[in-house]
């Protein structure tokens, strides 16, 4: 007989968001980034944290979601097929990064988020827990992403990784959460428009309720289902509120994932809960 390995103390991982726009080419539908990616799995194995890894859909997912508008909800026998679609993609991104983090020497534990999440009106209304928790129990690293989910009312909506990581700080409480991007931070505009916009390096909740009001934060110029880096300060204040400190750095930067796991000093956008 199996001894059940349940009680095993949990170690409080931290939660790393791989965005889309790092991790794949957002101007070639279905072009991941690979040796991006090869080098983030090795940053992060080198950090030697328990982390849980949230990655982005960018051009993998983005496209597809908007053109069948599968965010909205499913009427039509497309969009049914456009789903499938979708999901297949998201599939085959999640591969590709798990296993980049098996070449490294970790354990990542793939999860389809649409087959333990289900919506109601785009909310989340059913989350099938047991097979995370007993991962992070057994020091595997959990690799999540944006997916495309069904829904009981609208048939279909999208989740961002984003999101995932609201959830996903509010039930495990991680000590830190760091959205990598391909920005150095949060801006007081989008830099990739604006060249005098400046890097904010320091927000409180008031600064980031401020921005929010401002409009100055938004999506990136190409394919959006999920609000860019404005859907993302709205799911940080939450994360903040659980008392997570939060992140948010340029991926394409070498090193720069590591030194933020370890605690290192790093050029970016430190949110804090107080
Ligand atoms: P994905 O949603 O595919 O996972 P991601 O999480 O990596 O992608 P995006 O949603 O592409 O990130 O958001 C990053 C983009 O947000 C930047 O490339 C930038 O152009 C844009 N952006 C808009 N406003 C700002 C701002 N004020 N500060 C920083 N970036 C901004
Ligand atoms: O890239 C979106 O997740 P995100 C998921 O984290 C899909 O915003 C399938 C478009």
New binding site residues.
Partial sequence: MLEIIEDIELQTPILI????????D?EHEFKAKEETIKRLADEIAAAKVPAIII?????Y??GIAKKYGLHFGMKERTQFRMFSFLRIQMDELREIVSQALFDVGLNPFPIQPSAIFTTLNGQVFHFEDHALLQAIRMNFTPVLH?DAILDYRKGSTII???LLCEILAKYIGPTKCV?????E?????????YPD?EL?EHLKISDVLR?LKSG???????D?V???????LKKILPIIDSGSEVV?IN?NKDGALYNVLIGAKERGTYIYPK
């Fill in positions: 968001k791989l965005g889309g726009s790092v991790i794949t957002k990655h982005g859909a960018g051009s997912g983005h944006g961002s990784g984003d959205f990598v991007t391909d920005v931070g949060i801006y007081t505009k989008d830099p990739k428009t916009a904010l921005l100055n934060v938004g999506e990136s110029k190409y959006d999920t609000e860019g880096m404005r859907g993302k948010v991926g």
